[in-house]
C-alpha cells in the first residue's frame, strides 16, 4: 500500500511540473541564483488518515513538500516589503519679516562674537564682565513690556574696544533673545529655528 502511494505521490509531482513548466521563466532569463528551490513544509497527514482514506493519493500535498523558487520567494519579499517614502526637499523654516514689531536676524547675521555670547548664556557663563546677567530695564520701551526682572543683558565683546562697547543681548525669561549693537537704540529678534 505504501509502494503505491509513493509511485502515485511521484506521477503527481511530475504531472503538475509538466503542466508549469510553460509559465516559467525560459532558463536562459534565469539567473543561477534563482534556479535553486527550497522545500516548504506543509502540515503532514497521519498514517491513519493515509492508510484509512481511498483517495489519499488525491491530495498529495499533505505527503510532499511543494517545491518553491528563489525568484518566487524574492518577487514575494519584494512585492510586500514597504517602499520608502519619497524624499522631500526640505528647507529650514524660513524667519518671518518681524516679531513683536522688531525686525528679524538669523544666527548666521549675527557677528561671531554674538554666538559666542549666545553660547555662554546658554552653559550659564563665565561671562567676561561682572554686569552680564544684570536686570535689563527696557527704559527706552522697544521690547515687549515685561514685568522688571524678566530681561536681562549680557556684552558682546566688540574687536578694537576698550570697554563694553555697544553690543549687547538681552534675554528674556522665556528664552527670547534680542540683538542690539547700538547700545539699545535699536533691537532686533534673534531667530531660534
Not at 24 to 48: G, K
Request: proline content about 11%.
Amino acid at each position: 500500500m505504501l509502494v503505491v502511494l509513493v509511485i502515485a505521490v511521484m506521477l503527481w509531482v511530475l504531472f503538475t511540473r509538466s503542466q508549469t513548466a510553460p509559465e516559467s521563466a525560459p532558463l536562459s532569463d534565469v539567473t543561477p541564483a534563482a534556479e535553486a528551490t527550497f522545500d516548504v513544509e506543509q502540515p503532514q497527514a497521519t498514517a491513519d488518515a493515509t492508510e484509512s482514506t481511498p483517495h489519499a493519493a488525491a491530495s498529495p500535498a499533505a505527503e510532499q513538500p511543494a517545491q518553491v523558487s528563489v525568484a518566487t520567494i524574492e518577487n514575494t519579499a519584494l512585492a510586500s516589503a514597504p517602499k520608502p517614502p519619497k524624499p522631500t526637499a526640505t528647507s529650514p523654516r524660513a524667519p518671518p519679516a518681524q516679531i513683536d514689531g522688531l525686525p528679524i536676524i538669523t544666527l548666521d547675521e549675527l557677528p561671531r562674537e554674538a554666538r559666542k555670547t549666545l553660547d555662554l548664556i546658554e552653559r550659564d557663563g563665565p561671562f567676561p564682565f561682572s554686569k552680564d546677567g544684570a536686570t535689563f530695564q527696557n527704559r527706552e520701551g522697544l521690547l515687549p513690556r515685561k514685568a522688571s526682572g524678566y530681561y536681562h543683558e549680557y556684552t558682546v565683546i566688540t574687536p578694537g574696544e576698550n570697554d563694553r562697547g555697544a553690543r549687547r543681548i538681552v534675554a528674556g525669561a522665556r528664552d527670547e533673545l534680542y540683538y542690539t549693537d547700538d547700545h539699545y537704540a535699536s533691537f532686533a529678534r534673534i531667530w531660534m529655528p
